[in-house]
């Protein structure tokens, strides 16, 4: 998963400069129903939406009982943002994007070896054991 930055919340913005440099042509992308997402299905992707004024928050389109329409998981990220964000007590705009890459990078981040902890601590590798 990549995180970016942007402007402004628009549909060149969201649209042309981090969906479609992020998917293939003929991807499916699953969003909530914003008219700034519309111009997708004439850029060779698939959407699909959810209208959350309406109460729907996932929907099975295909009757095999997995609701496949939902945009939860990006707003799970974005709760997980907001909650990495908060202890510092707002950010100033000129860092934010230092900020995200940090969660990127721990989002991204799968399992914690002993080398990674070494990394992070700056410690150096030693084979003699202390007791």
């Known amino acids: 998963m990549w995180f970016r930055v942007g402007r402004r919340s628009t549909a060149a913005e969201l649209v042309d400069a981090t969906v479609l440099p992020a998917t293939k042509p003929g991807a499916m992308v699953y969003t909530d129903d914003w008219n700034g997402y519309n111009p997708l299905g004439r850029k060779g992707r698939g959407h699909a939406t959810v209208n959350h004024n309406r109460g729907e928050f996932a929907r099975d389109d295909d009757g095999d009982g997995v609701r496949e329409v939902h945009c939860n998981t990006l707003e799970g990220i974005w709760t997980g943002l907001r909650n ?13 994007e230092q900020y995200v890459i940090i969660f990127e990078w721990a989002y991204n981040l799968k399992k914690v070896t002993d080398e990674y902890l070494r990394i992070l601590l700056g410690c150096k590798q030693t084979t003699e054991l202390i007791t």
């Open 84 to 96: 990495f964000l908060r202890p510092f007590r707002g950010v100033n705009k000129a860092y934010l």
